[in-house]
Nanobody, 123 residues
Framework: VQLQASGGGLVQAGGSLRLSCVAS????????MGWFRQAPGKERDFVAS????????YYADSVKGRFTVSRDNAKNMLYLQMNSLIPEDTAVYYC?????????????????WGQGTQVTVSS
């Protein structure tokens, strides 16, 4: 499975962005998906995850209430709607596919990773 993330860019604080991630084949619909991010000089951190049918979601505390993860299995697409962005959200964002139908924040649960898309939030 290949994953391709897109939708990053430069936005002012308080603004919104929607990230997208497309999978190369439809089998990803059987797997949970996640978003992670890595800021300069920092470790890659969990942002959000969604179960294989979209019924269960998890969020990092830092993005709860501002970000929403969703998926469209018919289109092999994963999304991350980011609202009320703050400069601390600046990072490269990665989408990932889990080994199973449910997943959480552990990166060990994910075995396929996209190439990342840059999000920069200016103050």
């Amino acid at each position: 499975v290949q994953l391709q993330a897109s939708g990053g860019g430069l936005v002012q604080a308080g603004g919104s962005l929607r990230l997208s991630c497309v999978a190369s084949r439809p089998t990803f619909s059987n797997n949970a998906m996640g978003w992670f991010r890595q800021a300069p000089g920092k470790e890659r951190d969990f942002v959000a995850s969604i179960s294989w049918r979209g019924g269960t979601t998890y969020y990092a505390d830092s993005v709860k209430g501002r970000f929403t993860v969703s998926r469209d299995n018919a289109k092999n697409m994963l999304y991350l709607q980011m609202n009320s962005l703050i400069p601390e959200d600046t990072a490269v964002y990665y989408c990932a596919a889990s080994r199973g139908p449910y997943s959480g924040p552990s990166q060990l649960q994910y075995n396929y990773w996209g190439q990342g898309t840059q999000v920069t939030v200016s103050s």
